[in-house]
Every structure is written in structure tokens, then in C-alpha cells.
């Protein structure tokens, strides 16, 4: 069984920041794609942030300078350092990832159960 954990939401005012964490755990043999989603009330999910294991990373237009992915690959883990957060922020933040694993070695896309992010207007 493999999962992905989230943690780090909250509240912030305007100009403040907040770090996400999505812990990914069970029988992995191996991830490959990480990313961020996040979903506003009445708007599609959109990507926010990717991060292939490779390091490489790609940002949405509307957070690029302000938001930082990066991945640990020795802890199965996944980060979003979110500065300079705006109204405009607020959603539920999704974890995605790309895992096999140990036990039929298919990729599966996985999500995690989504963490708050509300910055107040």
C-alpha cells in the first residue's frame, strides 16, 4: 500500500510564507515525477510545481519567483516553499506522484488527501 502525506498548510497574511511537505511511504520501488496541484473553490485543479527525479523544474506562470520545488529523493519526500503568498493563493494543495511499486512495478499516479492554504485578503 503506498500513500502520500501532506503537511504544512494554513492561514498567513498577505506576504507570508508557507512550506508544504508530502511524504510518500509503503512498498515504493521507485518515484518519478513529484509535483504540487491546488484547487480554488469553482476552479479546475492546476498544476503549480513538477519536479522530475532528475531535479528539473517547471513552475505555473503565476508562481514562478515565489514558489520553490524541491524533492529528497532519500526520503521519498516532496517541498513547496510558498513566499510572497497572495489572496490569489488560496486553494487545497494537492501532492501528486509517480510511483512503482515493489510489488507489481506498474506506475501508478498517486494523490495525496490535499492540505488548506487560505491567505487572507
Known amino acids: 500500500q503506498v500513500q502520500l502525506v501532506e503537511s504544512g498548510g494554513g492561514l498567513v497574511q498577505p506576504g507570508g510564507s508557507l512550506r508544504l511537505s508530502c511524504a510518500a511511504s509503503g512498498s515504493i520501488f521507485s518515484i518519478n515525477n513529484m509535483g504540487w496541484y491546488r484547487q480554488a473553490p469553482g476552479k479546475e485543479r492546476e498544476l503549480v510545481a513538477a519536479?522530475?527525479?532528475?531535479?528539473?523544474?517547471r513552475y505555473a506562470d503565476s508562481v514562478k519567483d515565489r514558489f520553490t520545488i524541491s524533492r529528497d529523493n532519500a526520503k521519498n519526500t516532496v517541498y513547496l516553499q510558498m513566499n510572497s503568498l497572495k489572496p490569489e493563493d488560496t486553494a487545497v494543495y494537492y501532492c501528486?506522484?509517480?510511483?512503482?511499486?515493489?510489488?507489481?512495478?506498474?506506475?501508478?499516479?498517486?494523490w495525496g488527501q490535499g492540505t488548506q492554504v487560505t491567505v487572507l485578503s
Open positions: 519536479i522530475p527525479r532528475d531535479g528539473r523544474t
Open positions: 501528486n506522484a509517480e510511483i512503482r511499486s515493489r510489488s507489481s512495478l506498474v506506475l501508478y499516479n498517486y
